[in-house]
């Protein structure tokens, strides 16, 4: 059964910068997308980013335009998926899910989620 596990989020203030984790088991995703989206209260789950498999041990990184710049997207080996949040912003406050298919864009067609974890950012 593919499990996939957050950790870190938690409380923050502007211009802090948090680390989540996540490591899926029961599978291998070498050849998967990992990545992260975000959802608020009243709004659609939204794609953040993604470490994608473009084939062999090739691997290319994407980030949504709102956190280009201040998040990285990092496999740290094939299970494994970290984001680094840097100069969080209020408006970065969400729960965030950690994601795992053969492509992440849409929240409607991922097939594995994490169980999400928080992140407050105040001002």
């Known amino acids: 059964q593919v499990q996939l596990i957050e950790s870190g989020g938690g409380l923050a203030q502007a211009g802090d910068s948090l680390r989540l984790s996540c490591a899926a088991s029961g599978g291998t995703f070498a050849r998967y997308a990992m990545g992260w989206f975000r959802q608020v209260p009243g709004k659609e789950r939204e794609f953040v980013a993604a470490?994608?498999?473009?084939?062999?041990?090739?691997?290319?990184a994407e980030h949504a335009d709102s956190v280009k710049g201040r998040f990285s997207c990092s496999r740290d080996n094939p299970n494994t998926v970290s984001l680094q949040m840097n100069s969080l912003k209020p408006e970065d406050t969400a729960v965030y899910y950690c994601?795992?298919?053969?492509?992440?864009?849409?929240?409607?067609?991922?097939?594995?989620w994490g169980q999400g974890t928080q992140v407050t950012v105040s001002s």
């Open positions: 470490v994608h498999w473009i084939g062999g041990n090739l691997y290319s």
């Open positions: 994601a795992a298919d053969v492509e992440l864009k849409l929240a409607s067609s991922v097939t594995y």
